[in-house]
């Protein structure tokens, strides 16, 4: 069966800052995979998506950049961060055929 | 651009009692619409999957009804449980694309 792993679970970092959350999917190939952000109050924000290794589609421009090294492997970086990227960050990888969507556990990233 | 909206935004009922939550969107030609689960602090569980031919899918005391000629889907829970407690999401596909947009979510609280 596939999993999803999502890491760090938490993470409190300094305005300015870089910041990696990195996910993995197992028990699955060329999965389509994303980057969503959850802010109080309001929805699930697509941030990033790929299709591919290397290929990587931006939905909102932002201080955040994605890439992705290995087929099952999606990253999120930031060279500096912003009081405004604290959030609960949410990797998910979808079934082709179907386009159903599964969901990692989150990330809660609080900038200070 | 599809939109989902889902109201009430909470909903608190006793424990026994079927519900029924709403969902609804402005764009007609979706691939598939999708029911989510989230408990406080955990990332989004899936519930059920829709497919634009289906009209209605079923799992245990779930049952999610698709009606795209008038942009609804309702997610009806039988015998609530005070388990059932958690916030539903419900997302849709927009034309040509398997990309979900999601609603801002139902609060659900069971009381037993």
């Known amino acids: 069966s596939q999993t999803i792993h999502q890491w760090p679970a938490t993470l409190v970092q300094p305005v300015g800052s870089p910041l990696s959350l990195e996910c993995t999917v197992e028990g699955t190939s060329n999965p389509n995979l994303y980057w969503y952000r959850q802010a109080a109050g309001r929805g699930l924000q697509l941030l990033f998506y790929s299709v591919g290794i290397g290929q990587i589609s931006s939905e909102v421009p932002q201080n955040l950049s994605a890439s992705r090294p290995q087929d099952r492997q999606f990253i999120l970086s930031s060279k500096k961060l912003l009081l405004s990227d604290s959030g609960f960050y949410l990797c998910?990888?979808?079934?082709?055929?179907?386009?159903?969507?599964?969901f990692g556990e989150g990330s809660r990233l609080t900038v200070l | 651009k599809q939109e989902v909206t889902q109201i009430p935004a909470a909903l608190s009922v006793p424990e026994g009692e079927n519900l029924v939550l709403n969902c609804s969107f402005t764009?007609?030609?979706?691939?598939?619409l999708q029911w989510f689960r989230q408990d406080p602090g955990k990332g989004l569980t899936s519930l059920l999957l829709i497919q634009s031919s289906q009209r209605e899918q079923t799992s245990g005391r779930l049952n999610a009804s698709l009606d795209k000629s008038s942009g609804r889907s309702t997610l009806y829970i039988a015998a609530s449980q005070p388990g059932d407690s958690a916030t539903y999401l419900c997302a849709a596909s927009g034309a040509g694309s398997y990309q979900l947009t999601f609603g801002k979510g139902t609060k659900l609280s069971v009381i037993p």
């Open positions: 764009d007609s030609a979706i691939y598939n």
């Open positions: 998910a990888w979808s079934v082709h055929e179907t386009g159903e969507l599964f």
